[in-house]
């Protein structure tokens, strides 16, 4: 039970693909294969505040679920966004914020993932939550354009939220990097 958390994060990860081949096949046609794509990418949504949830409770928070979790909800974010640009014409400068922020964020963490992990701040698991939220709804079939709105609008916000999150991570990992520097001292 103990790999469980890990083993959801992996199930994300495996699930990025499966969405984006789905949304391929569908070609916008709002059809069977975007149904099945909503239901792998609401299923993978279910599993990134799962695995963070058992493993808090179960007291089995690893270096491994501390830098592939944030991973796994970049890929599904990105792979999935990118689908509907290509797909269904949404714009694409919120992608390319957003791609620009998470490899900068990502390279970061990984740097200094020998010294010290950066966890997930509060602003940036709100940040993903918003993703998350604004993408399921543009993968809903066959819903008013008020849905697409709202979906619209709430990708703009997470784009914000990016943007604030990215500038407060490259402060904490200006001092983990100051930190780690005085100590090798």
Sequence with gaps: MERLPNWLTWARLV?????MVLLVIDD????PARAWATVFF????????????LARRW????????LADPIADKAL???TLLMLILIDGIPWW?????????????VGRIRLASMTVIPASRGGKIKTFTQLV?????????????????????LVLSVVL??????????RLSRARRGANADAS
């Design 94 to 106: 919120p992608f390319v914020v957003l791609l620009v922020r998470e490899v900068a964020v990502t």
């Design 162 to 171: 990016a943007v604030v999150t990215w500038v407060d991570y490259e402060a």
């Design 59 to 66: 007291h089995v928070i690893t270096s491994f679920g501390k």
């Design 15 to 19: 699930a990025v693909p499966i969405v």
């Design 134 to 154: 604004a993408i399921g709804l543009y993968l809903l079939p066959g819903m008013p354009a008020w849905v697409d709105t709202a979906a619209w609008w709430l």
């Design 28 to 31: 916008g046609q709002e059809g």
């Design 77 to 79: 974010v990105l792979g």
């Design 42 to 53: 609401a299923l993978a949504c279910a599993t990134d505040f799962l695995d963070g949830y």
